[in-house]
């Protein structure tokens, strides 16, 4: 077993670092009730968040059930494993159970679809308490970072990396100078638990440890796009730039989009025309190079990137945040958008009984036109989210009003799973639920519509006797189908 699973902390107060965290975690949990907020821990890798959540768990005789990011996170999974475990008791006899989330900043994608979402609702209906692990904070989406509080786990300074590290030798049996320690200690940059994988490999089969055994088994030093981008900016020797692009563990048309992203905020004026034209024609030549397969191309491209940058910086300095580039952060949101419409076909589709295609080129058109007139019922038949609404109204600041009326009657704002709207079916049965049901003829007016506080019932729905409704005409389209 590797000493990071071996060492791993069981108890709070053998966490290392973050002391007023671990208080501010013990103080929650005292604390807890259904009405609290779930906790967000934060932070990179290896510094503690996920032993954190166990230990808390173990000293106060909790329960634990987790969702890591190789359970597939589904809306349907979610709900079946946490959200069954958020309402349902202990087998044990515990007061509570923890259900932590990890790395619940990796929910992308069609494989997690849904997923926030159901977080989301399984967070108003919890009776137990609830941690979600992140290294990025900003990797979750808006609403559910709100609905969270955040805890951020800072990286370990060497002072607390080294005396641990020290004990553990002392366990082992091993002999370790202060100086390999602290090398240790530098090359984790705070990641307790790569200091540990890095002491484990350096004394396997040894007794004693020297620095030069530390260097030669440690971690591994290329250089990265966040160390290359400053010296690009400030005053380096054209050698020392190349060999830092040749490290950067990044394709050359990766490397000139990082830097074509920083050079607005970087450089004006004449210089940034000059870094401007080097990035061009570096560009020019990575398109020759992947129309002809001609990978030398790369040098002189990486060339032209990198030391023509440099020479249009005049070693002005680096005084910026690094951000990765705009276009990225583009494509994320279309790729996002795409995987937002494909989830939102598939729903209508198994709810009006459509093809998707057909649903996609024939039907979108009237069903967007219904919910313009008429949204409420169709956020509660489709469970639309305020994302999903906007795709149809292409007004967020009217879909965020709606979906606050929706929810305003105590509901989950359209996160429930909705038992009305004009494709929920009746349980046992194949005919489609009826928003309204129809008048006797002799009836002087039409009896009220279902769960009216909900779904408001529009003027024009009211009706002389014997005639069907807008409501009863839109449900007929879909009923064929």
């Not at 090398?183 to 089969?205: C, K, Q, W, Y």
């Not at 080129?361 to 967007?368: H, I, Q, S, V």
Request: include cysteine; charged fraction near 25%.
């Amino acid at each position: 077993m590797d000493w990071a699973e071996l060492y791993r902390p069981m108890r709070l107060r053998e966490i290392v670092g973050n002391q007023p965290v671990i208080h501010r975690m013990v103080d929650w949990a005292k604390t807890w009730t259904p009405a609290s907020k779930p906790l967000l821990l934060y932070g990179k890798a290896g510094i503690g968040k996920t032993s954190s959540a166990h230990a808390l768990a173990r000293d106060m005789n909790w329960d634990v059930l987790e969702l890591n990011a190789s359970d597939q996170r589904t809306r349907d999974a979610i709900d079946r494993v946490a959200g069954a475990g958020s309402m349902s008791g202990s087998l044990t006899g515990q007061t509570h159970r923890l259900i932590i989330l990890d790395e619940a900043d990796n929910l992308h994608g069609t494989a997690d679809a849904g997923g926030a979402r159901a977080i989301l609702g399984i967070i108003r209906t919890s009776v137990h308490p609830i941690i979600l692990i992140a290294n990025d904070a900003y990797g979750i989406t808006p609403d559910l970072r709100f609905a969270c509080e955040p805890l951020q786990f800072k990286a370990l300074p060497n002072r607390s990396i080294v005396p641990h590290l020290r004990g553990i030798c002392a366990r082992e049996g091993v002999s370790c100078s202060d100086k390999a320690l602290h090398t240790i200690a530098d090359a984790s940059s705070g990641d307790l638990r790569l200091a540990l994988n890095m002491l484990s490999a350096a004394s396997s089969g040894k007794d004693s440890l020297t620095d030069d055994d530390i260097i030669s088994s440690g971690k591994d030093a290329r250089a990265t796009i966040f160390s290359l981008i400053p010296a690009i900016f400030s005053s380096h020797d054209d050698g020392e730039l190349l060999r830092l692009s040749r490290e950067v563990d990044d394709t050359p048309d990766a490397v000139l989009q990082w830097i074509e992203g920083m050079v607005p905020g970087v450089l004006a004026g004449e210089r940034m025309y000059l870094g401007y034209r080097c990035l061009s024609r570096a560009d020019e030549y990575l398109g020759n190079t992947f129309r002809a397969q001609y990978y030398t191309l790369w040098r002189y491209a990486s060339a032209l990137m990198v030391l023509g940058v440099a020479s249009a910086s005049g070693g002005r300095g680096f005084h910026t945040r690094i951000t990765p580039p705009d276009r990225w952060k583009r494509q994320g949101a279309a790729k996002k958008q795409r995987v937002l419409r494909i989830s939102l076909l598939s729903r209508v589709a198994s709810r009006t009984h459509i093809p998707v295609k057909a649903l996609r080129e024939e039907y979108m058109g009237p069903l967007t036109l219904l919910i313009d007139a008429s949204p409420e019922p169709f956020v509660s038949g489709l469970s639309l989210d305020v994302e999903e609404l906007n795709l149809f109204l292409h007004d967020r600041s009217r879909s965020q009003e709606i979906l606050k009326a929706f929810g305003a009657g105590g509901e989950r704002g359209g996160e429930k799973v909705a038992d009305e709207g004009p494709f929920v079916q009746k349980r046992g049965r194949g005919r489609p639920k009826s928003v309204a049901k129809t008048s006797p003829p002799n009836a002087s007016a039409p009896p009220p519509i279902e769960k009216t506080k909900e779904v408001p019932v529009p003027e024009e729905r009211t009706v002389p006797d014997g005639k069907k409704s807008p409501a009863q005409r839109q449900k007929t389209l879909f009923e064929g189908f």
